[in-house]
């Protein structure tokens, strides 16, 4: 089974350095590996969090969105979507909420710096706190929990919105896993290489001290933010502490280990801050220079924007609905077509045969295949009309042209050459042996199976 990777930015300002060696830069890389799936989003409900500026918000999506594309994002190799086009994920929301206690999000880091501010300015300790800055570390899981991702590439400073999210998922698949679960428990994954990126004046590059260097302006005004940085007051030819040195952290954050270690030992030896600052500048300029371009293009044609991240928002919600399905079923938000009465379930958990149900949800018409204790081993594609529905539904229980196969680490079911149903993604390799043989036999083994590409299929 691949390792899902995931990861966002959130969309409240340009992009800067820190952000492409922080996040951008690692995920693509890791994005380029065979054994990689990976999901890249804009996080622009978390940016509704910290900004009020419609207009800035707007700006920004097209910035990030332009920048993971010109950094080398393939959308076709890659799931890119904005997070505001996945209703699911607020929807997962709030189920995730309902197991949050609040007295764990009260340890959010992000909550008790607002909190301290606050208190520290004799104010009552939550002025001004909204239930978005609050509920933020949920909001994350969700992003987190809805793809199963097993690995999440962050800055130090988020490792424990990550924890948190691990936290959550454990909760809610101790509460409604019924011994199976249904989440993923992630990891955080930090480069700590670039863990926190200095800025221009020696602390953490971010847009709240204002101290950031933008990653696509032009060559001169680079050339001018590198000469900005804070250094000491050590002449050339006096020896320079590198470790002390936000200089060389840009640097080392940007090159080879070799070139990394070269200008370390000049720094030692009494390379003095005007030169140092020099190669920094031509070191950034010659990696940034070639995608400079692209990224001016892209945002010169935000309609080939908005095409890319339809195209991502559809791919994601081919996983998120199937799993959204599950979900509902596990806290009993299921269709009444679904119910059984306490007189037949006794007859139902003896037998525990998958069965077939039809239902009707936001104007659509579905029908999704019951296992045992109620959850939904296949979900259909939308259909228009309750005829067109059970059309399809009876060509399904009767075997007629059906191919049954696992794609993008789900079941999948194909009618005449059409997607009519998906399963929930599996957890790992046992698990999807086991539901790709119950789907096998609840399919009447009429139907023609077909190995996945990593051979987990039947």
């Given at each position: 089974m691949k390792t899902r990777i995931l990861t966002g930015i959130t969309t409240t300002g340009t992009p800067h350095l820190g952000n492409y060696a922080g996040a951008i830069m690692p995920a693509i890389e890791a994005s380029q590996g065979v054994a990689a799936e990976s999901f890249f989003f804009l996080a622009d409900y978390h940016a509704l969090i910290k900004c009020d500026d419609a207009s800035r918000i707007e700006q920004s999506r097209m910035e990030v969105a332009a920048t993971w594309l010109a950094a080398g994002l393939d959308p076709e190799r890659v799931t890119f979507y904005r997070q505001s086009d996945i209703p699911e994920i607020t929807e997962l929301t709030w189920?995730?909420?309902?197991?949050?206690?609040?007295?764990?999000?009260?340890?959010?880091?992000?909550?008790?710096?607002?909190?301290?501010?606050n208190t520290g300015a004799g104010q009552d300790a939550d002025a001004g706190i909204s239930m978005g800055l609050f509920s933020y570390p949920v909001l994350m899981a969700a992003d987190i929990l809805l793809f199963n991702a097993h690995k999440v590439p962050v800055g130090r400073d988020q490792i424990q919105h990550v924890e948190m999210a691990k936290d959550i998922g454990q909760r809610f698949n101790n509460a409604y896993g019924n011994g199976v679960p249904v989440f993923v428990l992630p990891e955080a994954v930090v480069d700590e290489r670039v863990a926190t990126l200095p800025g221009l004046d020696g602390r953490k590059m971010s847009k709240s001290y204002d101290n950031t260097i933008p990653l696509f302006t032009s060559s001169r005004l680079l050339k001018e933010a590198i000469g900005q940085i804070v250094t000491d007051?050590?002449?050339?030819?006096?020896?320079k502490d590198p470790d002390s040195s936000a200089l060389y952290s840009l640097y080392q954050a940007f090159s080879t280990p070799a070139q990394a270690l070269a200008y370390r030992a000049d720094l030692l030896q009494g390379l003095g801050w005007g030169e140092a600052k020099k190669r920094l500048y031509e070191l950034l300029n010659s990696q940034i220079e070639p995608m400079r371009e692209h990224y001016s293009r892209l945002l010169a044609n935000p309609s080939d924007l908005e095409d890319i991240l339809q195209h991502g928002a559809h791919k994601a919600r081919s996983v998120a609905r199937p799993l959204m399905a599950q979900l509902r079923d596990a806290v009993g938000l299921r269709s009444f077509n679904a119910f059984v009465p306490k007189a037949q379930e006794a007859v139902r958990k003896v037998a525990s045969e998958p069965e077939f149900v039809s239902y009707r949800e936001d104007?659509?018409?579905?029908?999704?295949?019951?296992?045992d204790k109620g959850s939904a081993l296949l979900v259909s594609t939308p259909f228009a009309t309750g005829k067109e529905m059970g059309a399809a539904l009876a060509r399904v229980k009767a075997g007629q042209q059906i191919v049954l196969q696992q794609e993008s680490n789900c079941p999948v079911v194909y009618c005449?050459?059409?997607?009519?149903?998906?399963?929930?993604?599996?957890?790992?390799?046992?698990?999807?042996?086991?539901?790709?043989?119950?789907?096998?036999?609840?399919?009447?083994g009429k139907q023609t199976l077909l190995e996945s590409d990593n051979g987990c299929g039947l």
């Open positions: 189920l995730l909420t309902c197991v949050s206690a609040k007295g764990f999000l009260n340890r959010s880091h992000a909550y008790k710096a607002a909190v301290d501010k007051s050590l002449l050339p030819g006096e020896p104007g659509a018409f579905y029908f999704k295949l019951v296992g005449a050459g059409e997607l009519v149903a998906q399963g929930e993604p599996f957890l790992d390799e046992a698990q999807a042996q086991q539901v790709m043989d119950t789907l096998g036999k609840s399919l009447g």
